[in-house]
């Protein structure tokens, strides 16, 4: 089945404790990021990647990192979280420019 | 800045009446617009994508237009039903290599019966 799966699904971790949400997708797709989204924000895109060691930033990068070794992989990694990161992240993934963007389930983060 | 906005932000109407969302945009230069229906606490999915060349767009009950001269697009549900009960999300693409995709806020639609 083609997907895009993330995890953990949820995660609660301490201030500073460095953590990576994995994100992995079947379709071959060249191009993929992730987004944040809060309450009355709606998703804010936080990195992309239009491919394989390719990575440029979002609206809201600072905090984070990600990396693109490879096709299918696009990790998330936050190496000193805050509770201004608590939120809900998805993982998409999209062949091209007219392609529908295919998400995660997300993964629900709480920094405490 | 490439903007995305959307109208209302919420809507709640009555299960089998239909419903127009909104959505307006400054992306430029344009490349597509897509509309996404999200669950809560799920990933959106997508329901439609349109190019410059295309008014209309069906996807059973949810139709699609697009104005690209006003930089318009409406969203048109049909014989609502509960399930449609979702935030619905218009997201403009930009024709650049760069960061390709602009989101709106959305609007959260209820159903009830």
């Known amino acids: 089945e083609a997907q895009v799966t993330q995890n953990p699904r949820y995660l609660i971790t301490v201030t500073g404790k460095k953590l990576t949400v994995t994100c992995s997708q079947n379709?071959?797709?060249?191009?993929m990021s992730w987004y944040r989204q809060d309450p009355g924000l709606g998703l804010r895109q936080i990195y992309y990647?239009?491919?394989?060691?390719?990575?440029d930033k979002g609206d809201v990068p600072e905090g984070y990192k990600v990396s693109r070794k490879e096709k299918r992989n696009f990790p998330l990694i936050l190496e000193s979280p805050s509770p201004n990161q608590t939120s809900l992240y998805f993982c998409?993934?999209?062949?091209?420019?007219?392609?529908?963007?295919?998400f995660g389930n997300g993964t629900r983060l709480t920094v405490t | 800045k490439n903007q995305v906005e959307q109208s209302p932000q919420s809507l709640i109407i009555l299960e089998g009446k239909n419903c127009t969302l909104q959505?307006?945009?400054?992306?430029?230069?344009?490349?597509?617009l897509r509309w996404y229906k999200q669950d809560t606490g799920r990933g959106p999915v997508s329901l439609t994508i349109?190019?410059?060349?295309?008014n209309t767009k069906s996807n059973g009950r949810y139709t699609a237009t697009l104005d690209a001269d006003t930089k318009q697009s409406s969203l048109h549900i049909t014989a609502s039903q509960l399930s449609d009960s979702a935030s619905y999300i218009c997201?403009?693409?930009?024709?650049?290599?760069?960061?390709?995709?602009?989101f709106g806020g959305g609007t959260r639609l209820m159903v009830k019966p």
């Open positions: 959505c307006n945009y400054t992306v430029s230069p344009f490349s597509n």
């Open positions: 379709m071959n797709h060249e191009y």
């Open positions: 997201v403009v693409s930009a024709r650049d290599a760069g960061n390709m995709l602009t």
């Open positions: 349109m190019t410059f060349s295309e």
């Open positions: 990647s239009m491919n394989v060691e390719v990575t």
């Open positions: 998409a993934s999209m062949t091209g420019q007219y392609s529908p963007l295919h």
